[in-house]
Every structure is written in C-alpha cells, then in structure tokens.
C-alpha cells in the first residue's frame, strides 16, 4: 500500500493597461486588475496487489481539495468597478487498473476511474502483442477522458465562465515499435481523438472562454532511437515527425494555435561518462493565432536549435551549461510577443 499527499499553492498580482478598440472588439478590453490565489491539497491511498499468477492490479481513491479567490477591477473611464470570483470544490474519485500476461508475446491491461463530481466513469483498454523473433511490438488502446474547467476558466473577469461545461474525450491510439538489429529501433503510431465541450477561447465582439460542441482531432507520430559506439564516444539521434489535423466539427474550421506539423531530432554525445552533450532541433509549422489589435494572424514556421552540456563533478553533484535559440532565431510562437534572442543559461543540480 502507498499513502501520497501533494500540496500545491500559486499565487499572483497582475494589472493590465488594457486593449484599444480594433475592429474585431470594437470597445476593446478595458484597464484590469486581479489578485488570485489557488491552492490543492491532493491525497492518493493505492493497493497494489498480485492475486493470480501473471495477473497485477491496483485499487485506489483519490481526493482533492481546490480552493480559489480572485479578486480584482475593471476600469470604465474614471468607474473603477470591482470583480471577485471564489470557489470550493472537493473531489472525490475511485481507481481499479489491471495488467493481465494472457501469453508471453500478448497483454491486456485495462483501468477504471469513477468521479463522483457529475458521475462520470473514464474507462481505459489496451493491447499489445510482440514477435519476438522480429523485434516487433504492435499496441492497441482505448481510452475515455473527463475534465473539469479550470478556475481561471470559470472565474477570470475578462474572458471567464462559470457555467462553461466539463471537457469529454474518447480517444484510439495504434502503433508499431520495431526494433533495428543493435543499431535502436522505429515507433509510429495514429491517433483519432473526438472532444465534447472542449474549452476554446472565441474572440469577437466579446472575447470568451466557450465550449465547443465537437471537435476532431487525427493525427500520427513517428520516431527513430538510433545509437552507436564511436572513438570519441557513444552517439544517440532520436529524429521525430508528427502531423495534427484539430477541427471544429461545426464549422469545419481548425483551431487556433494547433500547427499541423512538428519536427525535430535530438543529437546526445558522451564521450565519457561524466559528460553529457546534447543538440535538440525543433521545427514548428506555422498556425493561426487571435490577438485583438490584428484578428487572426498566420504565424509563419519556426525552426529553434537548443545545445546543453552537463558535467557530473561527483556521482550526485552535476554542473550544467546551455544555450537556447542557440543561432538566434526569430519568431513568434504567439502574435505581438517576439521569441527572446540566445539565451545563457546555467545551473548546478545536487542530489542525496
């Protein structure tokens, strides 16, 4: 048995000038202000036990408990009009998962989850079946998936709702993981997702938080883990490739801030093992972003190259030195707000 407590607590202090009227919000959004605290204490009793030969399982409850106070102003001319939003909630829920060794290449895993905050039961299924002979795995899952708004969502003054509806997802996921002799091995999978209510922000006359009764996503994802042994040491690509279709089955549009296309490969170097060395290259497509000075805007694609180094002086003691946006690039990954240039960065990490 395990016992768990989380406790977590943020608190902030922001003012803002405000947006000048455009044509998209003609009154703009006014001068603002608010003060917000959140805190989560969280408390997580899992049984894990074994009752069959093959057979592991958990049974589980978890509650949390969220508090948040806002508390802030609009300002109207010289009318300074306050705003205040507050809310408790106590969530309790129920867990049973299990993994089930049907065969030495086949295994069922399934798990269960019952909220008692509107009742809602979030089932998980999964398959996978290996040959071992070829170093091939196949997987096979599904999946349903309930969240509740945030309490920015339902409380923030300017772009809030309180009677915004809980998110809802079913999920299906396939893929293939082959192994490539001694030299790593290739993933793929494909993915269809189908939200219900999913919480969108709907710029326009009066920009709002609203749920979207439908929204599709497809999609798939594919990786290689390539390592090697060299004279200067050992060498590990990992190059990745993603595409995302996210549309909003009403209107047919696809959603804000969603790229279709991601890309990247990570390069990691030791050359011995006290050094670590590692090159990340990403590359962003371009997406549609809201602002409201501009309406919607096509944010071109970005690529950003990262490089970091670590040096373990001792076993648990590690020096760290890296550079971000290592050639400088500019870009944008939400409109009006430039990417910072190359960074330096620094740190030292030590364990017990």
Do not use: C
């Not at 455009?22 to 969280?42: E, M």
């Not at 905050?117 to 079946?129: C, I, K, M, S, V």
């Not at 993981?177 to 790593?184: E, M």
Request: overall charge negative; proline content about 7%.
């Amino acid at each position: 048995m395990a016992l768990d407590y989380g406790y977590y607590d943020r608190a902030s202090d922001a003012t803002s000038p405000g947006v000048a009227p455009s044509a998209q919000t003609p009154t703009g959004i006014p001068a603002n202000g608010d003060k917000a605290q959140f805190t989560r204490h969280q408390v997580t009793w899992t049984n894990r036990l074994a009752p069959l030969p093959g057979l592991d399982a958990a049974i589980g409850i978890d509650m949390q408990a969220e508090h948040g106070v806002d508390d802030g102003f609009l300002l109207f001319g010289p009318s300074r009009i306050p705003t205040h939003f507050a809310l408790n909630r106590t969530l309790w829920a129920g867990f049973a998962q299990a993994r089930y060794q049907v065969t030495p290449s086949f295994t069922l895993s399934g798990s269960g989850r019952y909220d008692d905050t509107g009742g809602h039961f979030t089932p998980q299924l999964r398959a996978d079946y290996e040959l071992a002979d070829w170093g091939t795995r196949f997987q096979l899952s599904w999946a349903k998936a309930y969240k509740l708004p945030s309490f920015y969502a339902l409380g923030n003054p300017i772009v809030g709702d309180p009677t915004l509806k809980p998110e809802e997802a079913e999920n299906f996921e396939g893929g293939i993981t082959q192994q490539l002799w001694n030299l790593g091995r290739w993933k793929a999978e494909a993915f269809a997702t189908n939200y219900r209510d999913l919480i969108d922000f709907r710029p326009g006359a009066v920009p709002k938080l609203v749920n979207l009764s439908t929204v599709h996503v497809r999609g798939f994802e594919t990786s290689l883990e390539l390592a090697m042994e060299t004279g200067v040491g050992s060498l590990i690509a990992t190059p990745r490739l993603s595409y995302t279709n996210a549309r909003n089955q009403l209107t047919g549009a696809s959603l804000r801030d969603v790229p279709s296309w991601l890309a990247g490969a990570t390069l990691t170097w030791k050359p011995d093992p006290s050094w670590d060395v590692s090159f990340d290259l990403n590359h962003v497509g371009g997406m549609v972003d809201n602002a409201v000075p501009t309406g919607d805007v096509n944010l071109p694609g970005h690529a950003r190259a990262d490089l970091a180094v670590t040096y373990r002086v001792l076993p648990n003691l590690a020096l760290h030195l890296g550079v971000d946006n290592l050639f400088d690039e500019r870009y944008e990954d939400v409109v009006g707000f430039p990417a910072p240039g190359a960074i330096v960065r620094g740190g030292v990490s030590a364990s017990l």
